[in-house]
Each structure stands twice: as structure tokens, then as C-alpha cells.
């Protein structure tokens, strides 16, 4: 899912601090990455009055990112095949409102169709408002999802303007086959190069908590059990580039590896996919992003 939500929280990430150094945000996916990911917040802080006149001005950006692979949240949702991953976001005032969607160039469900596939579409509605050094984020996404149930969540967001950006964000899934607690710690942090080149470096560790029938447990022979998952999950790390090619537009490569971070999280990422029985993933693709 959103994004593909850690995949596209890097890549949020990476844009916003640069245009405006101000939002705490939001995967994947929706990887996706990161993924998707992988839709995430990022926090920044304003100070004086140039930080509240650039706050009141609307902005705008649109990405579009090609993956090698779609993971999200330690899960594998696409199979041998790029994935081509959307995304537009508009803001104002600290409100931001993101459509983020996912297309598989080669859908697999247990056979490869060899068609193209638009799999997700994702919208959020976001507010993030900083106090100080502190930010705070909440918000609301809609998971439409093809071939099964759509799942919806809310999630609050607590971030510190520092070296590293720590930024907690709790998500509580409100789909009634899917309830359940997600917990994301994420750190990033960018290095100037030469010609306003930024190396970024992220990292990102969660955890889950199941509330219903569907995220369980499973043994060594990745066997389902009637308990459920509440453990440690997922871990991701990347580093990518940010290459301006002119005020309003840049290209975004990045590389990732996505890893359980307990025994338990091994076997159920493998054992709950439909694609693999493999847990830990390395992909990567670039982003051409614009904003405004």
C-alpha cells in the first residue's frame, strides 16, 4: 500500500525540506519504495516573518516515480516487475491533501498476467503545525485497493527539527477485517554536495500490532497460527540523490533494502505474501519530481 508509504515518505521528504524546510509528512507505498510505498510527514520549523509569509503560500507538487519494486511496510506487493507510482500533492496553511496511486507493469497473483495493472490509488488529507522544535502532524488515508477490500486509517504524527528529523507516526487501521496498530520511527538526514546536489540517507523501523483474523503468526514452515502478529516488523534503509535540473524540477534515484527485524517478522512477511516466501528485499528506481 501507500505508499507505498515508506517509499513515498522518503521522497516527500526529500522534496518539502527542500522547498520549503516545513511540514512534518508522510510510503508507500506506497516504496514502495518506499515504495510505495509506500503514501508520510516530515517536519520542519519557520521562524520570523519570511517563515510566516512562506507558509501562506499555497504549493503544489507532482512525481512520478519508477520502482523496481513495490514494498510496503516490510511486504512485497508486486512480483519481477517495474512499477510506475504517481503522486500529487497540494498544501496551504499546514493543510495538505496527496492522491498517490500505483500501476503494475506485469501483475502477478500466482501466475504472471503479462498486462499492465492500475492496483492502488491512495488519498490523504493531512494538518501539520510546528512549536518550535517540535512538529505535529495528523491525518487521514484512504486506501482503494484493487481486488480487495479498501482500507482506511487515521494517524498522528510527532516529529523534532534535528539533525536527524526523528519523527514518530502512529496509524490505527479502521477497516473492520483489517484493525490494527502501526508504529513507524523514521530518522533522515541530507548532505549538500556541489551543483546543489543533496545526498539523502534515511531509516525507518516498525512495528505492528494485529487486531484481527488476517495478520497472525506463523511458525518456521511458515505455517499460519490463530495468534495474532504483534511484534517489531519491518526495517528499511536508504540513500538517494536529489539532482535539481532547474528551480521547479528534479530527478530522485534511490536504492533501498527493506528487512524483518525480529524472527517472528521473517516468517510472517514471508509467509502472508502471495507473491514470495522472501522477507528481506533490495530495490530501487528514480522519481522525477516538480513542485511549485
Known amino acids: 500500500m501507500a505508499c507505498g508509504l515508506l517509499y513515498q515518505n522518503i521522497i516527500n521528504l526529500i522534496v518539502t525540506r527542500r522547498i520549503h524546510n516545513m511540514q512534518l509528512k508522510r510510503t508507500v507505498v506506497r516504496l514502495a519504495v518506499i515504495v510505495s510505498l509506500i503514501p508520510v510527514l516530515s517536519l520542519g520549523v519557520f521562524t520570523g516573518m519570511n517563515a510566516h509569509a512562506?507558509?501562506?503560500?499555497?504549493?503544489a507538487s507532482a512525481d512520478v516515480g519508477i520502482l523496481s519494486k513495490y514494498v510496503w511496510r516490510g511486504e512485497e506487493l508486486s512480483k519481477d516487475s517495474i512499477v510506475v507510482q504517481p503522486s500529487l500533492t497540494v498544501g496551504y496553511r499546514g493543510v495538505s491533501v496527496n492522491l498517490w496511486g500505483n500501476l503494475?507493469?506485469?501483475?502477478?497473483d500466482g501466475a504472471y498476467t503479462d498486462k499492465a495493472k492500475w492496483t492502488e490509488t491512495d488519498f490523504?488529507?493531512?494538518?501539520?503545525?510546528?512549536?518550535?522544535?517540535?512538529?505535529?502532524g495528523l491525518g487521514y488515508i484512504y486506501y482503494a485497493l484493487d481486488g480487495t477490500v479498501d482500507s482506511q486509517e487515521f494517524y498522528v504524527s510527532l516529529g523534532l527539527d534535528s539533525i536527524a528529523t526523528p519523527t514518530l507516526t502512529i496509524y490505527k487501521e479502521v477497516t473492520g477485517a483489517l484493525k490494527g496498530w502501526y508504529v513507524a520511527l523514521q530518522v533522515s538526514h541530507s548532505f549538500e554536495l556541489p551543483k546543489a546536489i543533496s545526498l539523502d540517507l534515511a531509516a525507518s523501523a516498525g512495528y505492528y500490532y494485529s487486531d484481527n483474523e488476517s495478520y497472525v503468526e506463523y511458525t518456521d514452515g511458515l505455517t499460519a497460527t490463530a495468534e495474532p502478529f504483534r511484534d517489531f516488523k519491518d526495517g528499511l534503509i536508504s540513500v538517494g540523490l536529489t539532482i535539481p535540473l532547474d528551480r521547479y524540477i528534479s530527478i530522485i534515484p534511490v536504492i533501498a533494502y527493506s528487512f524483518p527485524l525480529t524472527d517472528r517478522a521473517d516468517n510472517f512477511i514471508a509467509g502472508s505474501s502471495t507473491k514470495s516466501d522472501h522477507s528481506d528485499f533490495f530495490y530501487g528506481g528514480i522519481t522525477l519530481s516538480m513542485s511549485f
Open 104 to 108: 503494475d507493469t506485469d501483475v502477478y
Open 54 to 59: 512562506e507558509e501562506e503560500r499555497p504549493t
Open 124 to 136: 490523504t488529507i493531512g494538518y501539520d503545525r510546528s512549536f518550535g522544535l517540535v512538529g505535529v
